[in-house]
């Protein structure tokens, strides 16, 4: 099995086994999951996905 990042546009978070699955998507924490709502921290706190200001998920 390949190593899966994380979907949140602005993370490279690897995606652990743990991963969040939504919609097909694999994301490494709830917080990229849901897109960072009220700019939630990233599980990495050395990433900064968390801080690029996309409010939600665009469709
Ligand atoms: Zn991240
Ligand atoms: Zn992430
Ligand atoms: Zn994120």
Redesign the pocket.
């Known amino acids: 099995m390949s190593e899966r990042v994380?979907a949140?546009e602005y993370?490279k978070?690897t995606v652990p086994e743990t991963a969040v699955e939504l919609n097909g998507k694999v994301?490494?924490?709830e917080a990229?999951a849901s897109a960072h709502p009220d700019r939630a921290p990233?599980q990495n706190s050395a990433?900064n996905?968390h801080k690029h200001g996309w409010g939600g998920i665009k469709t």
Do not use: V
């Open positions: 994380c949140c993370c978070c994301y490494c924490c990229c990233c990433c996905c």
